[in-house]
């Protein structure tokens, strides 16, 4: 007798249903979407955290640069006779003076002078607006140098890297020369270490310009810490940024008179008690570049500078920052 063998499907050649793959891409989208999720989620927080972390170092680094020429206000160097022993004698120390004697300006009068909601305008002496809508004081801050190292080292140079003997108005002075006689006769390159005749005055004013950046294809307008250096042989009042990202400045003066300080903005100082400033204290509003607070959070106050509370809905981070600086110099100590 015959018989025939049932035939056993072969599950290995079998596929899937329609049911199943519907079932699979669905799946298979939702772990996609989950991923683009997390994925856009961790780029946007690390985004954040870059542009938060930038608003930190913005203000840290501002404090630092302004706080080291407060710190250096006013200093004179002593000077070493090179003939005879070492005494007291040898020694020779004078304190801070006004460079020009023929009608001085007001802001070389003594080791630091500001200007409150303007600019220093160094081609006229006076202070004057600003150009747009720059919410800052402007500070000057002077001091002499003897330094002969060079521009990268010491304190000879300017806050803008130039060499302070380029001044003729404050160190080329027909009776008071200070800059080396060899100075206009010498290369660039070789002009910082020509040891100058007297210690050279330099002077650095501080402010806040308007700035335009790209950043990833955008364009932002911000506001930059500034400066202006007397480094330059013709004076302008030009103010080149530094530090991007700083939204508000302002300068405290403290004022004392040995037993009381108080602290005063500069429309507040009188033209005497610029000599009696023994500190100064710095606030500023540092902010980021792009938007940096987390979806829900884009709309915030804070107090400024001023103590008055401001509003914003752009989403980006600001923070206040304050620092008190000494002018160490200001006690005069002699030999």
Request: net charge positive; aromatic share 8%; proline share 4%.
């Amino acid at each position: 007798m015959k018989t025939t063998a049932s035939r056993q499907p072969n599950l290995s050649n079998r596929g899937f249903s329609l049911v199943e793959l519907m079932v699979s891409v669905a799946i298979s989208m939702v772990v996609v979407i989950a991923a683009s999720y997390v994925y856009l989620g961790t780029r946007e927080t690390q985004r954040t955290l870059s542009e938060k972390s930038f608003t930190f170092e913005s203000a840290k680094f501002a404090m630092d640069l302004i706080g080291r020429d407060i710190e250096n206000a006013g200093f004179y160097p002593a000077i070493r006779s090179t003939t005879g022993a070492m005494s007291p004698n040898s020694v020779s120390t004078e304190s801070y003076v006004n460079p020009i004697t023929a009608s001085p300006p007001a802001a070389y009068g003594s080791i630091i002078y500001g200007c409150q909601a303007l600019r220093y305008l160094p081609v006229t002496s006076v202070c004057g607006a600003h150009s747009g809508t720059v919410d800052s004081d402007a500070m000057v801050v002077n001091y002499y140098s003897n330094d002969s190292s060079g521009l990268d080292i010491g304190n000879r140079a300017d806050c803008l890297r130039q060499d302070s003997a380029n001044d003729a108005a404050t160190n080329n002075i027909t009776g008071n020369v200070r800059r080396n006689a060899g100075h206009a006769a010498a290369a660039a390159a070789d002009r910082p270490f020509l040891a100058p005749q007297k210690p050279l005055f330099v002077s650095n004013r501080y402010t806040l310009s308007s700035t335009t950046l790209q950043v990833e294809g955008q364009t932002i307008n911000t506001f930059s810490l500034a400066c202006n250096g007397n480094g330059q042989s013709t004076a302008s009042n030009t103010y080149q940024p530094m530090i991007p990202g700083i939204d508000q400045l302002r300068f405290y003066y403290l004022v004392s008179d040995g037993v009381n300080g108080q602290y005063k903005r500069a429309n507040s100082v009188t033209a005497t008690e610029w000599a009696n400033v023994t500190g100064v204290r710095v606030c500023l509003i540092a902010r980021s570049l792009q938007a940096a607070r987390l979806r829900g959070t884009t709309s915030y106050s804070l107090n400024d500078c001023d103590g008055a509370s401001q509003s914003y809905t752009d989403g980006i981070e600001r923070k206040v920052f304050s620092q008190v600086f000494a002018l160490k110099n200001k006690a005069n100590v002699t030999f």
